[in-house]
Structures are given as C-alpha cells and as structure tokens.
C-alpha cells in the first residue's frame, strides 16, 4: 500500500477499499479502527476545484453505524444527546451532538431514525458502541445495542443528484435536506439520505450488505462517468471555508456544545432531560469563555497544521489553530480556532505562531466564511 500504513484487522478495510485501492489512493487515515480514503492523484487544491465543480464518490465506510433497536431505543438515545428528540420522525437525519456529565463533547454523529424503535448513530471518531452498551446496561434498558453491517458511501457534489437520481430514480429528487428515503438495489432496500461532509450538496448511501459493496461503487461510478466522477474524500480546504469540524481536530471531551457553536442542538428549557444537563444549562447560564472561530492568516502557504499553533494578541494566547490550509478562493490561509470570550468578534486582528518561528497577521472572521467579494 502506498502511503507505508501498515494494516491489520485491527484497522478495517471496507466494502469500497478494493475500489478505491484500483483508482490510486495515495494516503489514508484512520477513523473508528477503519480506512478512510484521504489522498488520490491531485493535489487538495485540484481535489477542492473538482469538488466544487464536478461529482465524487467518497469511500466513508468510517463512519460506522451504532444501532439501537428496541423498546426504549428511543429513550437511550435521548439520554445520550442534549438535541430535543421529541418531534422527530422516522426518514429524518438529525445533528445529535453526544455529551458525558460535564457537558463534554463525546462524538458528533448523525442520528438517523428509522423507526420509532429503532435508531442509527453515525459517528465520527469515538467509541460510541461501547459508550451506548454501559449506558444501556447500567439503566437495564431493553435496547439492543450494536454496530450493524451498514457501510456509508458519500456522493457529493454539484452533479450528486444527477448521478443518484439515475440509479435510485428521479424520485429522490425530493428528498429534503437531512431526510432519507429507502431506494432498491440488488434485492435490498438502501437508506439514502441527503447529507454529507461538504457544502457542495450531496447524498449519502447506506449499504446494509458488505457483500456487495464493489456492485454499489461501480455502479455509481459507471453512471457518472460522463459527469466527471472521480474518487474523493473530505476535502480540508472545502470544509475549513464552510466551517465544518472535526471531532478529534477541533473538539473532544474537553470541549463542550455551546462552545463550539452548537447552541440551536442543544436543549436548555429544562424539559428534555439527558446525560451533562445541568452541566451544560450552568455553561449556558455564565455563557462560554470561548467559541470557535475562523482565522485568515496572512502569509504564503502555511504547512500542515499537525500540532495546535498559538494564537496571541500581544503577550496573551487567546486561542489555537486546529485546522490550517491555503485557500485559492481567499488568497490566504483559512484556520479554525477557539478563541477567548474577549477577542472573539469578528475583525479582531490576532497573530498565529507558525511552527518555524514565523508570526502572521491574522483576523477573526465567522463561520462560515463569507465568500470574498
């Protein structure tokens, strides 16, 4: 393998890894003990532009599903996030941000409700199987708590719905934003969701048969051959400019929901009750000593931000970058960082230490970015 990682069972090929391994990924990483696609034979700037103006099928088969099926299936699954469960239906795909007992963030998965007993978490990088499971015994709920042979593959971009609607037919044309709806295929009947990790518009495709996880790529990628398919992966430059975050990049358990921007997920009337309340209702009440912002960074091209980089205003750090990479679209480099309560707004001019010794000049900007004029 090409990019040198040495793989075992212990790190998960999936159903699409002899598809994309024929169309020349040069890299990968690694998300929930699973290969995740990161690099193919463009540079992240040609990925980014093709991205935005094309069509790609993204091996996302890490993002691993945990089902919990059951008569109080949809109790657990309310206890484990503070987003206000109540009114949501079967076919709906809801941003459920997970929280332990100080409020700290445990994973930010889609939850998908395919039933009123029945729910799929899909995750980013944690172990919430095992997190759901000590929940679920520790209260003696009857909940089944497992992680199903279910595979995403994302199609994203401008032409995804081109493309989806010529396999699954023009009736997912009507899907809404975050909603789903079963489409046939090879005798199974497949979620397929309007969602994805881009701001390019897309769809993703839940495959519950590992087995014919090479018959759903190429089909897919047989149908898009004249819309200039192409093999692709989250794209860093895409998701920094749209404000998209990474769970393990820009937050982990020490950070909490409301600090990281996701106060309208979160419920604070008192109603709903759920694991870190009343940590998070006293976050909500003294209002967070941070948030996460975007950072333009002067400069030619930084490196990879492998490592947190200071963010100062004078001889005070208010903040670390995350998440760093030159924008074509900006002519700068965009960052994501959170930033102290008193040097958040937007148009602060803040300096970012690069890892050489060089100071930028930078300036805080919401997320997410607004496009130059």
């Known amino acids: 393998m090409s990019s040198g990682l040495v793989v075992s069972r212990r790190n998960r090929r999936t159903p699409y890894t002899d598809c994309v391994e024929a169309l020349g990924v040069s890299g990968y990483s690694i998300v929930n003990h699973t290969l995740l696609p990161k690099s193919f034979e463009r540079t992240v700037e040609e990925d980014y532009w093709h991205l935005k103006e094309h069509l790609q099928l993204w091996d996302v088969g890490c993002q691993r599903q945990v089902e919990l099926r059951g008569p109080d ?46 729910f799929w978490f899909s995750i980013a990088d944690s172990d919430v199987l095992l997190w759901a499971k000590g929940l679920a015994l520790g209260m003696d709920l009857d909940v089944h708590v497992s992680e199903p042979d279910v595979w995403p593959l994302a199609v994203q971009g401008p032409r995804a719905e081109d493309l989806v609607a010529s396999v699954f037919g023009n009736e997912i044309r009507s899907i809404r934003y975050f909603e789903f709806r079963q489409c046939a295929f090879a005798g199974r009947n497949l979620v397929v969701a309007r969602s994805g990790y881009s701001k390019q518009g897309g769809f993703e495709i839940y495959l519950d048969d590992s087995t014919l996880g090479s018959a759903l790529w190429d089909t897919l990628w047989q149908a898009g051959v004249d819309m200039q398919i192409a093999p692709g992966s989250p794209n860093l430059i895409e998701r920094i400019e749209g404000g998209l975050l990474s769970y393990g990049n820009e937050m982990t358990r020490q950070n909490n929901p409301l600090e990281i921007n996701l106060d309208r997920f979160c419920h604070l009337a008192g109603e ?6 009343t940590a998070l209702e006293v976050i909500a009440r003294q209002g967070p000593s941070r948030r996460m ?12 931000c492998a490592k947190p980089w200071p963010v100062t205003v004078g001889e005070t750090q208010v903040g670390q970058i995350t998440s760093a ?18 040097h958040w707004d937007p148009g602060t001019q803040v300096t970012v230490h690069l890892p050489q010794g060089d100071q930028m000049n930078s300036t805080i900007v919401k997320l997410p970015f607004d496009p130059p004029r």
């Open 272 to 277: 709903v009750d759920y694991i870190g309340r």
């Open 293 to 304: 912002r975007g950072v333009l960074v002067d400069g030619p091209p930084c490196p990879p």
């Open 325 to 342: 990479i030159w924008s074509p679209l900006f002519k700068k480099n965009v960052a994501l960082s959170l930033i102290q309560k008193n």
């Open 73 to 118: 299936a949809a109790r657990l699954a309310q206890w484990m996030t503070p987003r206000d469960l109540r009114t949501m239906q079967a076919g709906q795909c809801y941003y459920a941000p997970l929280t332990d007992e100080h409020a700290g963030l445990v994973n930010d998965p889609v939850l998908i409700k395919r039933a009123s007993d029945w």
